[in-house]
């Protein structure tokens, strides 16, 4: 008798690999016409004013177009996000260059192009807010009273105290860039009238948010509207809250035209209307004793949510609770803010506020490090989170601490100490060369970092995630969650998963791309498919095979057995279907007023080294390799999280050194791929992958998240890395050749 | 809005004489030649192109595509063959990527492989021909300050006439040429110059490693007589102004002086007299000009460029 061997583990294909790589797989815009209007938005020209109106132009016959503004929304002109504070259409103020005032929909590209162009947007200037001090100053308002959009607070033992008593205590100012998310496949929606109802499809992760927005916006019954995500290229957390609006609006259009309407932006609308990374402001104050003991952290960081909240309440939390990063100490105290300015709203991005948070911590305590006059690495082994350690937040992480493990076995995999001797050697006797050699400085950094797995504190509770198992006529067994398909092989994980539960081989398990008709809402974000989905789905798994040995009266561990006896259940009109929902371990507790309690169930841990070499004629970077350990509880897919490392580092380098968005009155100027520079693959240094399994014991398979992490690590030991090269200490990414240079130049002075 | 070159007229020549015929009889009616079109075509995407139609020169390749050393074929040249006095030939629709795997240029003048190895990615380099980036003339082309070093010179041809002007008198105006309405670039003409121990050095700075514009684009060539002392230095810059060029003062500075530290600093002070960069998307005045002082420091002083006489393979 055969039984089925575990599929976790093991590099199963892509589901829709092969369509992707024959160029067969469709995405929304190359969906047939089939009839459907082309769609545009009208925008504001200004980053804020008091908005008068629109004009249109007699001379073009409005009768061949649709055009829509605020006013003839018939529901509630909002983009539900977190706060309710975006309209779907300005309709008093504009607060953002770019903001959509209206909307035409035309049956051809000229005619919408004609019909655009022949209407203009009246407004009366205001002052516009752009960075953080201006805004922090509230002369001017934009949200609320103070335009703050969310304090969180994070207190632990008595910083101040701490701080008065230290040895020493060292500050330090650091800022994060706004970073583009460059999915390969810019935003689009397509909405289609279907009698008394909505259907809408598009490139998004998360089709819940649409049914909820759409319905509140049409006044409409939640039920009216049918959400299909369509095959997406790519997200990277930019498909998260923005087809809220985005979907909306193609969903307004088909509402007043009663027809099919596409709504698909070029890539220099998505580039300069559509949301970034938050930028931020950290300042750190630090106090040790002589020895290198951590005895107090002061941090009080300030990202630019831009000119609405969408994500930021919860980015912002995030970001505090990541802020004192993998570090042991009694007493912290953390101040977060997340403000408004005249910018495009920022938004959800791979890390969610901890990017900016760890970037500065561990930068930061490098730079301590090299004040205090210890090395580096031994100030971490010093205050790195042990065994039963406890968190800013006062989690106490049990087992679930790797902090060490990660941190040695980079050091070993990548050589570490011999080769930062190695470079300092070669650095000192740079001068002394003749010819190219001697112009190139080289250094190695690392970075110490964790990420929760999931979502923060209670929000995992309120998303109530849900997935089902259905059995088939042919003995096969449908897996549905509304994990959506962004690239990131989440098609194959969740079968991966369900057959692991069932004990069946991942041929049996469909999986397809979900609609909010047939598929539970499980919030596809945050880390979380593998370990929070994951873990549902091998429990429903588990009880769906119980369920059918039960019926049959007997074990049935051959999966041809197995497989058989579900389609002759089937057969006999019994209806084979086992939900599963999320509910916390009932030991987690959470305080999302104070901050503290319990934040994630879990943390993945880990450790990213880089080598460089920086050319001291122009600034100019070359990475040379870059290690990544990382405790993931448990591989699901080794060539998939191989992946995401790969991927993630290869973000995470842009952030660190390229990726620079160019502000003017609000608007990003070098909105193209050509004058924003991501890495290319021959920018790319060697990227090694190591993963620890600790399993977590909070998810039946043990696995922790993984798809935020990797991009978190090298912004950090970027910086770390450009320190043993030059001396110098930056305080920003990207750190460009702009900065680097004249840098090294005035040190080269002094 | 974007547009496509179908929503455009295009005029299809069957060989060099038809299309200059036709340039002759629609002079000044606004249309232009279309070669590879990695230039054209993003600017026909943005709507930035303005043309009554295109002349596609696709066919012309049999005619104006190759590289040609005093008339021989590239396939016939054998090695020792250069010599003083004479020219290389590189027909206007000649590919960067025919440039970059030239045998005849690596031997010649590997900075032309350089610069056209740097230029774009790969696919651009497939499609850009050596004359659409002359006459496109981009401030920051990188094989632009390279034709500036060599002294090369541009074969203009009309229906009527034929004439040959320097490159370094072509580019008169930033994105403007010489050229007239119904002529066609045809050639890019290379003087062959023996140096003794040349040095030679091509070095584009950009954010990334291809598919970037460039911030600055460096190339120098020196020779160096028997008693060690510079002849013949070129030192040409692109993106340090609205036109590529020569730093004739840097260059005479260093004019019939060994190379060393102190001549290397005194050629670099001579920059900031002769360069005006700007600050824009891509960089910052103040950083173009300390790369610039930088490397040609570095070039003068003798530490940094590669021996003239190349045996390394095309890649």
């Given amino acids: ?750 | 809005m974007p547009t496509i070159i179908s929503d455009h007229q295009v005029f299809t020549p069957r060989n060099l004489a038809e299309a200059l015929q036709f340039m002759a009889q629609h002079r000044d009616e606004g249309w232009r030649p279309l070669a590879g079109g990695s230039e054209v075509m993003t600017h026909i995407y943005d709507n930035r192109a303005a043309a009554t139609g295109w002349i596609n020169l696709a066919p012309l390749r049999d005619q104006l595509a190759g590289i040609h050393e005093d008339g021989i074929l590239e396939d016939g040249i054998q090695e020792g063959c250069i010599h003083e006095g004479g020219w290389v030939r590189i027909g206007a629709l000649t590919t960067l990527t025919e440039l970059r795997r030239s045998a005849v240029l690596q031997t010649i003048c590997p900075l032309i492989r350089r610069a056209a190895a740097a230029t774009g990615g790969v696919q651009r380099q497939n499609r850009a021909t050596v004359g659409g980036r002359i006459v496109s003339a981009s401030p920051a082309g990188e094989t632009l300050p390279v034709w500036l070093a060599l002294d090369a010179e541009v074969e203009l041809s009309s229906r009527d006439a034929t004439r040959c002007v320097a490159y370094r008198q072509f580019i008169q105006e930033p994105r403007q040429t010489a050229i007239a309405s119904d002529e066609l670039l045809t050639a890019i003409m290379i003087p062959i110059r023996a140096r003794p121990n040349p040095r030679l050095l091509f070095r584009k700075v950009a954010s990334r490693a291809a598919g970037a514009i460039g911030k600055m684009v460096f190339t120098a060539i020196a020779g160096l007589d028997a008693a060690g002392h510079y002849q013949d230095v070129r030192l040409a810059f692109g993106g340090m102004g609205p036109l590529p060029l020569r730093a004739c003062g840097a260059e005479q500075l260093a004019e019939g002086h060994a190379p060393s530290d102190a001549l290397g600093a005194q050629a670099a002070n001579q920059l900031s007299a002769e360069l005006t960069p700007v600050d824009d998307l891509r960089s910052t005045a103040d950083y173009r000009l300390r790369t610039a002082r930088n490397l040609t420091r570095a070039f003068v002083a003798g530490h940094i460029g590669i021996a003239g006489h190349i045996g390394e393979q095309p890649s």
Wanted: glycine residues 10%.
């Fill in chain 1, 1 to 750: 008798m055969k039984t089925t061997e575990s599929a976790l583990g093991k590099s199963v294909l892509r589901r829709e690999g092969a369509a992707k790589l024959r160029g067969d797989a469709q995405f929304i815009d190359d969906l047939p016409r089939d009839g459907a209007w082309f769609a545009g938005t009208v925008r504001a020209k200004v980053p804020h004013a008091r908005l008068l109106g629109v004009r249109r132009d007699e001379r073009f016959d409005w009768d061949r177009v649709v055009l829509i503004t605020a006013a003839d929304i018939p529901g509630e002109n909002v983009v539900p996000v977190v706060l309710r504070d975006q309209p779907s259409l300005a309709e008093d103020f504009i607060r953002y260059h770019g903001q959509p005032v209206a909307l035409v929909a035309a049956p051809d590209q000229e005619t919408l192009a004609l019909a655009l162009e022949s209407i203009s947007v009246l407004t009366s200037p205001l002052p516009p807010v752009f960075d953080i001090d201006e805004s922090l100053e509230a002369k001017t308002i934009i949200f609320g009273e103070d335009n703050v959009f969310r304090t969180v607070e994070i207190n632990k033992g008595d910083a101040t105290a701490a701080l008065q008593t230290a040895d020493v205590v060292i500050e330090g100012e650091h800022h994060t860039g706004a970073q583009e998310h460059a999915y390969l496949e810019p935003q689009g929606m397509q909405a289609e009238w279907t009698g008394d109802g909505i259907t809408i499809r598009g490139s998004m992760q998360c089709p819940y948010y649409l049914v909820k927005a759409v319905a509140e916006l049409l006044d409409l019954p939640q039920e009216k509207i049918l959400v299909i995500p369509h095959l997406t290229g790519g997200a990277f957390g930019g498909k998260d809250d923005f087809p809220t609006m985005l979907g909306g609006h193609a969903a307004l259009l088909a509402w007043k035209t009663r027809k099919t309407v596409r709504l698909i932006y070029e890539r220099g609308e998505d580039m300069r209307f559509t949301s970034k990374r938050h930028p931020a402001r950290i300042r750190h104050r630090t106090g040790f004793t002589h020895d290198g003991q951590l005895v107090g952290m002061q941090v009080e960081m300030v990202l630019n949510g831009g000119a609405y909240g969408t994500m930021s309440p919860l980015v912002i939390s995030r970001a505090a609770i990541h802020a004192a990063g993998p570090y042991q100490c009694d007493n912290i105290h953390i101040s977060a803010r997340v403000v408004a300015t005249n910018h495009p709203p920022s938004g959800a991005f791979r890390g969610f506020g901890a990017p900016q948070a760890l970037f500065a911590v561990d930068a930061h305590l490098d730079y301590c490090a090299s004040q205090l006059g210890v090395d580096p690495l031994e100030l971490r082994r010093k205050n790195l989170i042990r065994r039963n350690g406890t968190q800013a937040t006062g989690q106490n992480v049990g087992d679930d601490a790797s902090a060490g493990e990660v941190l040695e076995r980079a050091l070993q995999e990548s050589d570490f100490v011999a080769r930062r001797e190695a470079y300092a050697e070669f650095n000192r006797e740079a001068e002394s060369r003749r010819g190219a050699d001697r112009f190139p400085r080289r250094g190695i950094g690392l970075s110490l970092f964790m990420h929760g797995t999931g979502l923060s504190g209670y929000e995992e509770v309120f998303f109530h995630s849900g997935v089902a198992l259905h059995g088939n006529a042919d003995g096969s067994i449908t897996a549905l969650t509304s994990q959506v398909e962004v690239g990131q092989g989440t098609r194959t994980i969740v079968a991966q998963l369900a057959a692991e539960g069932l004990g069946i081989p991942v041929e049996y398990v469909l999986t397809e791309q979900p609609d909010t008709n047939q598929h539970p809402d499980s919030g596809p974000m945050a880390s979380r498919t593998a370990t929070i989905i994951g873990g549902l789905l091998i429990t429903a798994g588990k009880r769906f095979r119980a369920e059918v040995e039960r019926r049959q009266g007997s074990l049935l561990p051959d999966p041809l057995v197995f497989r058989a006896t579900v389609a002759k259940l089937v057969a006999g009109g019994e209806r084979l279907e086992v939900r599963e929902h999320y509910s916390p371990p009932p030991e987690m507790r959470w305080d999302e007023e104070k901050h503290q309690g319990d934040a994630y169930p879990a943390y993945t841990w880990s450790c990213c080294v880089a080598a460089l070499e920086v050319d001291t004629l122009t600034g100019e970077v070359a990475v040379l390799d870059v290690t990544a350990v990382q405790d993931v509880g448990k591989v699901v897919n080794p060539m998939f999280a191989a992946g995401q490392v790969q991927g993630g580092v290869a973000q995470g380098l842009g952030w660190a050194l390229l990726e620079n968005v160019v502000w003017k009155n609000g608007v990003m100027q070098n909105a193209n791929l050509a004058d924003y520079s991501i890495p290319t693959a021959m920018d790319l240094p060697p990227i090694r992958a190591v993963f620890l399994e600790h399993p977590q014991h909070r998810a039946p398979h043990g696995a922790k998240g993984l798809g935020e992490l990797p991009m978190e690590g090298p912004a950090p030991a970027v910086v770390n890395a450009l320190r043993s090269a030059l001396g110098i200490h930056f305080r920003r990414v990207p750190v460009t050749p702009e900065i680097i240079l004249p840098a090294w130049e005035a040190r080269n002075l002094e």
